[in-house]
């Protein structure tokens, strides 16, 4: 098996972060003249689609072409949809209470405090989850079953994130169940379908990796997504939005938190 090119893969690092860095400035811009920096979370997904893309570019005659273009697909595809899914909740223009309850605590200018806890922050960690991707890109060997799995994990987690999202877009639309929680189809058997469908597709992305060396040295990067998603800024922020939703407390008492499980009985 080829040695893994540890030189190209040193001199895509920089052409990256530039890449990222330029799109967080612009998006920076545009959130500063729409008057809402909410609009970093549609970027969110195109910024692992542009890592992949750029790393794609940059590994060509290096990595193996198979892999690279399974991780390309794989990450397009969900980068994508989450873009839309959440621009298309976005209309209207209105900054999202979560980032509403941040700023309001910025001891100077707003947008220098967006600027400090919010893109740099999120910079960096796109970055660092994109590792798995970046690796995965450069590494040598033809794919076997390990990449088969994360392909067939990805699916299940992609399914999970995107069936979940469309579940709650249709519950949200329904005029007669505002103020209710929704506690049918995948949330009814866990509290957050898409969160866990999103780790599931970042567990996948690693197993892809993780095929050829040295891409299981990467497996901080997904972890870092799993406990944002279940740990940090996912499960916890929303829980802590519906907490005072009429039935909440049941729903929690009775649904699994993160990973799927059938109910349990009150």
Do not use: C
């Amino acid at each position: 098996m080829p040695q893994f090119p540890l030189g190209a893969f040193i001199a895509s690092l920089p052409w990256v972060a530039a890449a990222l860095a330029v799109l967080l400035a612009l998006t920076f811009a545009v959130a500063v003249r729409q008057g809402r920096h909410s609009v970093m979370d549609t970027v969110w997904g195109p910024g692992f689609v542009l890592v992949a893309a750029l790393s794609w570019l940059l590994s060509a005659g290096h990595g193996d072409g198979g892999r690279r273009l399974l991780l390309l697909a794989l990450v397009a595809v969900w980068g994508l949809r989450l873009a839309a899914h959440i621009g298309v909740r976005a209309r209207g223009g209105h900054e999202d209470p979560r980032y509403v309850d941040m700023l309001s605590a910025a001891p100077g200018s707003r947008n220098v405090y967006a600027l400090r806890r919010v893109y740099l922050p999120q910079g960096l960690v796109l970055f660092f989850v994109s590792l798995t991707v970046q690796v995965g890109m450069f590494s040598t060997g033809t794919s076997g079953w390990l990449a088969l799995a994360g392909a067939l994990l990805w699916i299940l987690g992609f399914v999970f994130e995107a069936v979940g999202d469309w579940q709650l877009t249709r519950f949200k639309a329904d005029p007669s169940r505002r103020g209710t929680v929704l506690d049918t189809g995948l949330w009814r058997y866990t509290r957050h379908p898409n969160y866990f469908g999103d780790a599931v597709v970042w567990a996948g992305l690693f197993l892809v990796a993780a095929d050829s060396w040295p891409g299981v040295l990467t497996v901080l990067s997904p972890a870092l997504m799993i406990w944002t998603l279940a740990g940090k800024t996912g499960k916890p922020l929303a829980e802590q939005a519906m907490s005072a939703r009429p039935g909440y407390k049941e729903y929690i008492a009775a649904t699994s938190g993160f990973i799927p499980w059938p109910p349990r009985r009150i």
